[in-house]
């Protein structure tokens, strides 16, 4: 362990610097552990319900009568009044960009060439600000933005499995209205 | 100082092996909701401040914390995770209180590890991973995934190491079970009593999952997985949820509550190396004259008339028994075959069922002790109501390889009488 | 209320890969921590371990097998966690220890080892993500701050030029900091709009690095503090606030829970307009925009106005307000909760006046720590006043 004295305080800095080509070159001793963490996650009810309508091809929420509140992704209980939700309601597949990215980055960080156009849609019918985070398609990035109109692009029925990607994406909602 | 902390309410689900129709929000929300109910108080105005004791691997999150607020009623107010036993969480919510920054703190803990396919991985995965984790291997998955698997039957752990040379880590429980009973004369029958005793007591206790009507024999013939410890010795893993409410009692007054004290509270740490640390539960020791020497207990030796303390191995029972100070060593044996660990007995012990009757429920154990204690003091166990309590204590442990314990002292009265 | 002062603070190196273990580290932290405060590990009563997820060390409950590493062996060891927030939050857990009474003298310990998880760590951030709705899309976690910027930069047409200031200034700042992985005097807001872009609007050097590191800061009751000091620093307000999990129900343009946290921390430390009280701000800067996002939830100035101020060169270290003197995690690094040395530790050395080349001009007296966790929802606050 080396000090590396500097004037001022803290007055050292504790600390072995190793770069990451000495760790890959195996000049720096490791040991490799690789964990065996698998997990199945109880959907509960709400979850259930809203990837069981995922894959009918429809959007479903619920309803808290106390808050006056649509709330999607549906839950059971609403964390506002921390009362149990009332109702289900169906939602419309169409909604408005509340916020987006443009990834050049893969889940590990590589580097990506065709970027990923990722946002926030809040749904129609659902409370304001109400969505969930989806893709987008059929459009150029630079012709995304934020209250950007858009609709949902549903996979072929057969393909669907009851899950957030039964979505495609979200694509441009023509004429900017609902439909 | 004049503040005192007390607990105003208490709310849980019901323990269960698999609890597959619930996701882990929904769950948490029941066990809050009856403990908010039972305190007569709204979360969102009345709770000054939230806390969850959760670890990321049991759960299967990075940043657990994260899905914890909207379930448990703290959705812009203060709430934190506490990455230890529910005890630590009780005894953090007591500091807090004591600061008078706040006056009333939820305390959530719980166990969903039916979701978790891979339990002794994740166990073996807290070891050190370069002294420790080499000398185990890599565990096969699938036998140790205690009963929760959903679509393979309930396999039993298997403690022989298996082809690949691979052994489970609860081992552990093997090597201090064997010191154990070699430096106390403690008997594998003796043990063996233990398991019979609190699967007998959990049949009056409506929640437990793991009841049932055993002989000494039957433990005994269980097949050994860690010599000595015995399938039968081992607590079976357990979904469930917890919360405590505690206030300042000036809050309860208000409320009209009846309030339990909580008089004292401890816990310590022994080294993070299994290898070189006492095998004689020196973190219940520890932790227990902390929470004496705050509830101002001199002698601990008939200052309890109900003690729950953590009985995740059947011999874990009457080590902590003797770590408390309740017993000689060896001695805690001889109460158990005395009956004085029973209801009617001088010192009831574990009348809940314990981790052995009730299941295994990871950090929430602490909040599993003491939510008995609770409820005795309270007059409220029905069938198994121990007659008049008024000074109880609850103890536990973070499980292997852990060397980390953790002891409450809940009573009626404000002060212990000492 | 018992009153707390902070008498020691230590730091290790940050870097991408230090050699040191976990425990190592924790070990080089707190012995600066108690060698500053002139005590011995047998002084501390009651040590408190800040870390973020397991994953990143590959430990599971790495709080237990960090514990040697600290001195807490047979002593009372709690670790508390709320992601990115633990840096402040370790130090508010370290300071109801002893605001209680229940303990004289507290340690606290941060620590982090990112450089253990293989291949990046942000593969361990794939699991923050909610495992049914968020984790089928395979998300990358630096997206969430590109979409939280982005509606920041929309809602108050704020350009990225004016947030590319911020690394400058930050980068710059960590000069004279010995422990900083990413100092770079001669930095400018082009070589930040330059530099690739990883997830549009954010480029590469608008993110703090990944970093091993360890830090630890002593507490103790205002007696106690007598011995070792005539000029002791003081805990004045704690503060802390979580927002709901549900972060596609709400508005990311302003930190609600920040504001709240600040609100809690402000009132218990008396003060009533803390742009006037505050002399100097260690807001959480995992990303250039967050400072400012962090500067408005903290209440020093309006919404949308922290990159005016910054433009004007108000947030500089000679500044009327100075903002991460330290260098930040923009430019010491960022191994999540460690990041208490910049947050805590830091207003210490400030207000104790042993920042050395960092140091404020002017004598500041009072000064506000922040961190930000969770996924996009905790935020965490301390006030140090000097006595």
Redesign the interface.
């Known amino acids: 362990?080396s000090d590396?004295k500097?004037?001022?305080?803290?007055?050292?800095?504790?600390?072995?610097?190793?770069?990451?080509r000495d760790?890959r070159d195996k000049k720096?001793p490791y040991?490799w552990?690789?964990?065996?963490?698998?997990?199945?996650?109880?959907?509960?009810?709400?979850?259930a319900r809203f990837?069981k309508e995922l894959k009918e091809g429809k959007i479903i929420g619920r309803t808290c009568k106390k808050c006056d509140r649509v709330?999607v992704?549906p839950?059971?209980?609403c964390?506002?009044?921390?009362s149990p939700t009332n109702e289900w309601v169906y939602l419309k597949d169409t909604g408005t960009v509340?916020?987006?990215?443009?990834?050049?980055?893969?889940?590990?960080?590589n580097?990506i060439e065709e970027?990923i156009l990722?946002?926030?849609v809040s749904i129609d019918g659902a409370?304001p600000?109400?969505?969930?985070?989806?893709?987008f398609g059929e459009m150029k990035?630079e012709e995304l933005h934020?209250g950007m109109r858009v609709k949902a692009v549903w996979k072929p029925e057969e393909e669907r499995t009851g899950?957030?990607?039964d979505i495609k994406y979200f694509k441009p909602l023509k004429d900017g209205g609902d439909e | 100082m004049t503040r005192k902390v007390c607990v105003i309410g208490v709310g849980n689900t019901d323990f269960n092996s698999m609890?597959?129709?619930?996701?882990?929000?929904?769950?948490m929300?029941e066990a809050c909701?009856k403990a908010?109910v039972d305190a007569g108080i709204?979360?969102?105005e009345d709770v000054d401040s939230f806390i969850t004791c959760a670890e990321d691997?049991w759960e299967?999150f990075s940043i657990f914390d994260e899905f914890v607020?909207?379930?448990i009623?703290a959705?812009l107010r203060p709430c934190c995770t506490v990455c230890g036993d529910g005890i630590q969480g009780l005894a953090s919510a007591y500091m807090q209180i004591m600061t008078g920054l706040v006056d009333t703190v939820a305390v959530e803990s719980h166990s969903?590890i039916?979701?978790?396919?891979?339990y002794g991985?994740?166990v073996l995965?807290a070891m050190d991973?370069?002294y420790e984790?080499?000398v185990a291997g890599?565990?096969e998955?699938e036998r140790f995934s205690g009963p929760s698997y959903?679509e393979k039957s309930p396999k039993p752990l298997v403690g022989k190491t298996d082809e690949k040379g691979r052994v489970h880590p609860y081992y552990i429980a093997g090597l201090e079970m064997q010191h154990y009973l070699r430096s106390t004369k403690t008997t594998e029958e003796q043990c063996a009593s233990v398991v019979v005793k609190n699967k007998r007591n959990a049949y009056d206790n409506p929640m437990a999952d793991y009841e049932c009507s055993l002989i000494e024999d039957d433990v005994m013939q269980s097949e050994y997985l860690f010599k000595p410890v015995k399938e039968l010795d081992i607590s079976p893993l357990v979904d469930g949820a917890i919360c405590f409410v505690l206030a300042e009692e000036g809050v309860a007054k208000n409320l009209g509550v009846e309030p339990i004290y909580l008089n004292g509270f401890g816990y310590s740490s022994e080294t993070p190396w299994f290898s070189s640390r006492g095998m004689d539960a020196g973190y219940a020791t520890m932790a227990s004259k902390m929470a004496y020497k705050m509830a101002g207990i001199k002698d601990p030796k008939g200052a309890f008339d109900i003690i729950e303390v953590d009985d995740r191995f059947s011999y874990k029972e009457l080590q902590h028994i003797e770590a408390l100070g309740l017993a000689k060593p060896g001695e805690a044996a001889k109460m158990l075959e005395n009956g004085e660990l029973e209801k009617d007995g001088k010192l009831p012990t574990n009348i809940s069922g314990g981790s052995l009757g009730i299941g295994n429920c990871l950090e929430a154990t602490g909040l599993q002790r003491s939510l008995e204690i609770v409820t005795q003091l309270r007059g409220f166990a029905g069938k198994r109501q121990v007659k008049n309590p008024e000074v109880g204590l609850a103890q536990s442990w973070r499980g292997i390889p852990s060397g980390t314990g953790a002891a409450a002292i809940f009573s009626r009265y404000p002060e212990v009488k000492a | 209320m018992n009153k707390v002062a902070v008498i020691g603070?230590?730091?290790?190196?940050f870097?991408?890969?230090?050699?040191?273990t976990g425990k190592?580290?924790s070990f080089?932290?707190s012995?600066?921590a108690l060698e500053?405060a002139g005590i011995q590990n047998s002084d501390i009563d009651m040590v408190v371990m800040g870390s973020a997820p397991c994953a990143f060390d590959?430990i599971?409950m790495k709080g237990e097998n960090l514990l040697d590493g600290t001195g807490a062996k047979n002593k009372p060891y709690v670790r508390v966690f709320n992601g990115g927030g633990t840096g402040v939050f370790a130090p508010i857990a370290g300071w109801w220890h002893v605001a209680s009474g229940v303990a004289d003298v507290a340690m606290v310990v941060c620590e982090e080892k990112m450089g253990s998880c293989y291949?990046?760590p942000?593969?361990a951030f794939?699991t923050i993500w909610d495992?049914?709705?968020?984790r089928?899309?395979?998300?990358?976690l630096?997206?969430l701050f590109?979409?939280?910027m982005?509606?920041y930069m929309?809602r108050h047409n704020i350009k990225k030029e004016d947030i590319a200031q911020v690394a400058v200034k930050n980068k710059r700042n960590a000069v004279?900091h010995?422990?900083a992985q990413l100092p770079d005097e001669n930095i400018t807001v082009e070589d930040v709009l330059n530099s690739?872009?990883?997830?549009?609007?954010?480029n590469l050097l608008d993110i703090s690095p990944p970093s091993?590191?360890a830090s630890a800061l002593i507490l103790c009751s205002e007696e106690k503090a007598k011995e070792f000091t005539d000029d002791p620093v003081f805990v004045d307000g704690v503060g802390w606030n979580i927002d709901?999990t549900?972060w596609?129900?709400?508005?990311?343009y302003f930190p609600d829970y920040v504001a709240n946290a600040a609100k809690m921390a402000y009132k218990m430390a008396g003060i009533k307009d803390p742009r006037k009280e505050i002399d100097f701000a260690e807001p959480y800067d995992p990303f250039t925009y967050k400072e400012l996002h962090h500067m408005e939830g903290l209440l020093l100035c309006d919404k949308g106005e922290a990159p005016v101020l910054t433009r004007e060169g108000v947030t500089e270290r000679d500044g009327d307000l100075p903002i991460c003197p330290s260098g930040g995690l923009l430019g010491v690094g960022n191994p999540i909760a460690a990041t208490m040395g910049q947050k805590v530790?830091e207003l210490y050395?400030q207000l104790a006046g042993?920042?050395?080349?960092?140091?404020i001009p002017g004598d500041p007296q009072v000064g506000v720590g922040q961190a930000w966790g969770d996924i996009m929802q905790m935020g965490t606050v301390i006030v140090l006043r000097r006595g």
């Open positions: 362990m590396t500097i004037e001022g305080q803290p007055g050292y800095a504790p600390g072995t610097h190793v770069s990451g760790i720096i040991t552990w690789e964990v065996e963490a698998q997990y199945a996650y109880s959907l509960g009810p709400a979850n990837l709330l992704p839950r059971m209980f964390e506002w009044c921390y509340e916020t987006f990215s443009i990834s050049y980055l893969d889940p590990d960080a580097r970027p990722v946002g926030v409370s600000k109400h969505g969930f985070m989806h893709y990035p934020i899950s957030v990607r | 609890t597959p129709d619930v996701s882990w929000k929904e769950f929300y909701k908010y709204n979360p969102r691997y299967g607020p909207d379930q009623g959705v969903k039916s979701d978790a396919l891979s991985d994740v995965h991973p370069i984790k080499p890599q565990v998955r959903p | 603070g230590g730091m290790t190196l870097r991408r890969h230090l050699n040191e190592e580290l080089l932290a012995k600066m500053e590959g599971h291949p990046h942000q593969t794939q495992p049914i709705l968020d089928p899309l395979t998300p990358n630096v997206w590109a979409m939280e982005n509606r929309t004279g010995p422990c690739e872009i990883m997830a549009w609007p954010v091993d590191g709901s549900m596609t129900n709400r508005d990311l530790c050395w042993k920042a050395g080349k960092r140091q």
